[in-house]
């Protein structure tokens, strides 16, 4: 089992930055890929960013050249640097964590809220 704990999350204005961060225990597998989905009120949980354990990342167009992903595999924690934020970024974050062994695991955060003021 992998256990996920979020932190970083609040009430900002637009314009503003807000950094996130997912902190990952249990059983921990090397190869893996961590990342941040959101989902708003009605809608579906979408992608937001991922990034392997060789530091590969990958973006939805909406937040592509404002958020950035990073990892410290040593303390096994994931962040999501989140700037120039608008009212439309306004979502619970989910931290994910997913790996390939003797099948496919993925586990899930508790959820962040974002909320971004005009």
């Known amino acids: 089992q992998v256990q996920l704990v979020e932190s970083g999350g609040g009430l900002v204005q637009a314009g503003g930055s807000l950094r996130l961060s997912c902190a990952a225990s249990g059983s921990i597998f090397r190869l893996n890929v961590m990342g941040w989905y959101r989902q708003a009120p009605g809608n579906q949980r979408d992608l937001v960013a991922t990034i392997t354990s060789y530091g590969s990342t990958d973006y939805a167009d909406s937040v592509k050249g404002r958020f950035t992903i990073s990892r410290d595999n040593a303390k096994n924690t994931v962040y999501l640097q989140m700037n120039s934020l608008k009212p439309e970024d306004t979502a619970v974050y989910y931290c994910?964590?997913?790996?390939?062994?003797?099948?496919?695991?993925?586990?899930w955060g508790q959820g962040t809220q974002v909320t971004v003021s005009s």
């Open positions: 994910n964590y997913r790996y390939v062994n003797q099948g496919y695991n993925v586990y």
